[in-house]
């Protein structure tokens, strides 16, 4: 443990410092840093290819020069704003640095699309002018399906602004080497085309090109990220001998993973108001390393104000405080007062930044190692991808998607679930019957990401946490798909999903290729297609599952929902 960290921990703290002493006897430090993936598996597939994150401090120093270059180029060419369209790892570190450092005097302003609804679509559609944006479009495997088809539709949009051939250097591509976009980027004329290291893993990847490309747009210092990253990285080299060692993200996983095997699986993020985005990146770091084989550790983020009686014995507490921040003290410190276990991680200002990521890179590869699952694949996200693909397909060849016969429905609600029930508010209650002491409560929206919806969402989550006492989390699909998704098919069956759907007011043709005006699909369709994925894959898995249709106002149906359960 390191001094920027203050831990309360109690009973457990034999356990962790056991486990220390295991993996200490074991050489899991050295073996980690000889990329050894036995570690995790005897297979070295998914593993071995994996861990070039853990040079990313170093390696990437060298790629400064060339990523400030661009940055300048850029500049000089008149850009004032990007958009950058992305899934998981390849979109939340820079919506972290973009929400967290926010745009330097003279840089770019940067904005983050990774929503197939009708509505985010058209939201960038109105707000951006084509002329100065720069369209980065961020994919590791260059084929996912999301990121083209938001190129080939705002491709096609600069195409119409700014007449044939102007469009090709207004994008640029982040990707793997040989990808079909790396091609793209070939075929398209891209101003430029960000080939990054294949041994990361898309949510290790905040210290890549994925990540650092965008955080040089908005202004943040890289070589002062990357020092400070450096210099955690060098810690983690260090012993993890319990009494002696100073290895802190090893100390970190030690506790990640001894206590979820102890039940204290919910790990709950709490942070000074400034360090907010870093939960949705953490969110996906750890519940798509860890949700898998029966098991998990379930990141709560965002399930704020604390509330002491809503909390049973399955919580850990992460309170990451920014130096001079004392918002959350308070709340902490009752929570410290009542026995739950409380990590506390101090952070002197955003830069140190760079040293969490790869803190809790370390910490989460580690928790996987004592958990016995591999940090590295995601074998239950392609069920829901596979599912959606046959509706899509489905679509394209019958204009129509696969209909659901509905349990109940009103003016207001649609209910589909698996029994007949007299109102979609008697569907609601007989899922949430199902809840047990320990499980977890999901809002799955499929909505449009507004701040109103959000801040529904938000009400309707505290209303379901106090009442059941369980851990909520809330995410807009598809994204969630590419984060918490695996966790959600992938863990012991301690979820509770509650899907949410709505129709588009306007919808949106994708262009079938970039630069060319046929599409056999639109975004809406995509969206409702991979609602639908999603279902399929849960009830394949025995979850405990519901969808209720939003119809008309959805503001307006979430605060019936948020009435029906308070």
């Not at 369209?135 to 705002?154: H, Q």
């Not at 907010?276 to 390393?289: N, P, T």
Request: proline fraction near 5%.
């Amino acid at each position: 443990m390191d001094s920027t960290v203050t831990a309360y921990l109690g009973v457990h703290e034999g356990t962790v410092d056991a486990a220390l002493e295991r993996m200490h006897t074991d050489h899991i430090v050295e073996r980690l840093w000889a990329i050894d993936w036995r570690i995790w598996s005897d297979d070295p597939a998914d593993i071995a290819n994996r861990l070039g994150w853990l040079q990313s401090p170093f390696n990437m120093l060298s790629a400064v020069p060339e990523i400030e270059a661009f940055v300048d180029e850029v500049g000089r060419a008149g850009y004032t704003q990007a958009l950058l369209m992305g899934m998981g790892g390849s979109s939340l570190a820079p919506e972290l640095y973009s929400q967290t450092f926010g745009s330097a005097r003279g840089f770019l302003r940067l904005w983050v699309l990774d929503s197939t609804d009708p509505g985010a679509v058209l939201a960038y559609t109105d707000a951006l002018v084509p002329a100065e944006t720069l369209f980065i479009v961020s994919s590791k495997s260059g084929t996912t399906v999301e990121p083209l088809s938001f190129m080939n539709y705002f491709y096609n949009l600069a195409e119409q602004l700014l007449g044939v051939g102007q469009a090709g250097e207004h994008f640029v591509a982040i990707t793997d080497p040989g990808s079909l976009l790396a091609q793209q980027a070939v075929q398209y004329g891209f101003r430029r085309c960000f080939v990054n290291d294949p041994n990361i893993g898309g949510r290790y990847s905040a210290l890549s090109y994925f990540g650092l490309v965008a955080a040089a747009l908005v202004g943040v210092d890289l070589r002062e990220l990357l020092y400070r990253a450096g210099g955690m990285a060098r810690r983690c080299r260090a012993s993890c001998e319990p009494v002696t060692g100073d290895n802190p993200g090893f100390w970190l996983g030690a506790v990640l993973g001894s206590l979820t095997l102890s039940g204290r699986d919910k790990l709950t993020l709490v942070t000074s108001p400034a360090l907010g985005a870093f939960g949705a990146w953490l969110e996906q770091l750890i519940a798509e390393s860890t949700g898998k084989l029966g098991k998990g550790i379930l990141p709560v983020d965002g399930e704020t104000p604390l509330n002491l009686a809503a909390y049973g014995n399955d919580r850990l507490f992460v309170y990451l405080r920014l130096d001079g921040d004392a918002n959350q003290d308070e709340a902490v410190g009752q929570l410290i007062e009542a026995g739950q276990p409380v990590v506390q991680i101090d952070l002197g200002d955003v830069y140190d930044l760079g040293r969490e990521f790869f803190r809790w890179e370390v910490a989460t590869a580690v928790a996987a190692h004592l958990m016995g699952v591999n940090p590295f694949n995601q074998p239950n996200v392609e069920s829901a991808k596979k599912a959606a693909r046959a509706a899509t397909d489905a679509y394209k060849s019958t204009r129509r998607l696969p209909e659901l016969e509905p349990s109940a429905q009103d003016e207001g609600l649609v209910a589909y679930s698996n029994m007949p029930v007299g109102s979609p508010e008697q569907a609601l209650a007989n899922l949430l019957a199902l809840v047990r002491p320990g499980d977890y409560i999901a809002l799955q929206a499929y909505l449009p990401p507004t701040r109103e919806t959000t801040a529904a969402l938000q009400r309707l989550r505290l209303a379901l946490r106090d009442r059941y006492r369980v851990a909520t989390t809330v995410g807009y699909g598809p994204r969630f798909l590419h984060s918490t998704g695996q966790l959600h098919k992938g863990d012991g069956n301690t979820g509770v999903f509650l899907q949410l759907t709505a129709d588009a007011a306007r919808d949106v043709p994708i262009p079938d290729e970039a630069g060319k005006d046929a599409s056999s699909m639109t975004f809406g369709v995509l969206e409702a297609a991979q609602a639908l994925g999603d279902r399929q894959a849960l009830l394949d898995g025995g979850r405990r599952f519901l969808r209720l249709h939003l119809k008309g106002d959805v503001e307006a149906g979430l605060a019936r929902l948020l009435k029906a359960v308070q």
